[in-house]
């Protein structure tokens, strides 16, 4: 089989990168969590995004943890004894450890795949919008369950590149990156268009959803660039193919988190600049804010008691009720 990578290193290589980039999606996942329950009510909490959030995390532990099982029996427990070496271990395709670890692929693609397209719904409020998209998924999922039943039913000599198999992976890695651009696309477009209608609306307003949209195109880039670079070495026949599927396990959760955590950032943000939070002391009661109190000066204040009557302007009271604006 053709390749510049031996199937030994290759293999050694997907274990050490994916176990890096699994570490940075769990310190992702704790972020996650905490930015969906950070002061939120249990009745709050986003209950299948926390969901999805878990079985994301579920998956790519037990991708890692197959994987590591596999470089294990092909560098240690079967290098003398299986027929080839390690090399030829690492080269059937038909064992029981590669098929399961790409089955866990292939449900990782369609449930962060299926997350993004019920992003595009909710945003949108239109199934109209999510036909195309939702028949891709579709496409996504047939080709994935076919091509890892035609590479558990591949001869061991054949490999992943096998004339079964080739139709089969090659229309699975089109359709979830043509799946995955449109739906991010889609998204980030609507959302882009529901800030410009609020500026035109508001145009002093300081929020903005454009960092949400940023973070949006940059998980589709990520995750798009990953899964191209893995077809273009599937069409070299190169071995980096493998490496690189294995590590789009890891990319896709992180993906999925990042925009996650950058909704979390931007609401609590969104929150303390334009809500604010009204406070009220009473007399001889003074608190102090760090955050500097937004000064409101009044051109005409009227206080009445049983004496008189006073217009003061553009004066501070120092006794009664005081009400500040914390911004």
Not at 58 to 67: C, E, F, G, Q, R
Request: aromatic share 10%; charged share 15%.
């Amino acid at each position: 089989m053709a390749g510049d990578i031996p199937m030994d290193t290759g293999a050694l290589v997907t274990a050490v990168l994916e176990g890096i980039l699994y570490g940075f999606s769990l310190l992702m996942f704790m972020g996650t969590m905490w930015s969906l329950t950070y002061k939120q009510h249990v009745q709050d909490i986003n209950r299948p995004i926390a969901v999805v959030a878990i079985l994301l995390l579920l998956l790519s532990t037990a991708h890692i943890v197959i994987n590591i099982i596999r470089v294990e029996d092909g560098l240690v427990r079967y290098r003398d004894t299986y027929p080839g070496g390690p090399v030829a271990f690492f080269a059937d395709v038909s064992q029981e450890t590669y098929v399961i670890k790409h089955s866990l692929y292939v449900l990782q693609t369609l449930l962060a795949d299926g997350v993004v397209i019920y992003r595009c719904y909710v945003v949108c409020q239109s199934f109209r919008v999510i036909i195309l998209p939702s028949v891709m998924w579709c496409s996504v999922a047939v080709t994935g369950v076919n091509a890892v039943y035609s590479v558990s039913q591949s001869d061991s000599t054949a490999g992943i590149f096998g004339k079964d198999t080739e139709t089969w992976v090659m229309a699975f890695f089109a359709s979830t990156i043509a799946t995955n651009v449109l739906s991010s696309g889609l998204l980030a477009y609507r959302i882009w268009t529901i800030e410009r209608n609020v500026v035109t609306i508001c145009a002093s307003t300081k929020d903005s959803l454009m960092p949400i949209v940023r973070v949006l195109v940059d998980a589709a880039v990520l995750y798009s660039v990953a899964l191209f670079i893995a077809l273009i070495c599937y069409l070299c026949s190169n071995n980096g193919e493998d490496v690189m599927v294995d590590m789009v396990m890891p990319i896709i959760s992180i993906a999925f988190y990042m925009v996650l955590i950058r909704i979390a950032i931007n609401r609590n943000h969104r929150y303390r600049s334009t809500v604010g939070t009204i406070v009220e002391t009473e007399q001889g009661d003074w608190q102090q804010y760090p955050i500097k109190p937004l000064q409101v000066h009044i051109s005409h204040f009227t206080c009445s008691d049983s004496t008189s009557v006073h217009g003061i302007g553009n004066e501070h009271q120092p006794s009664g009720r005081r009400w500040a604006l914390e911004k």
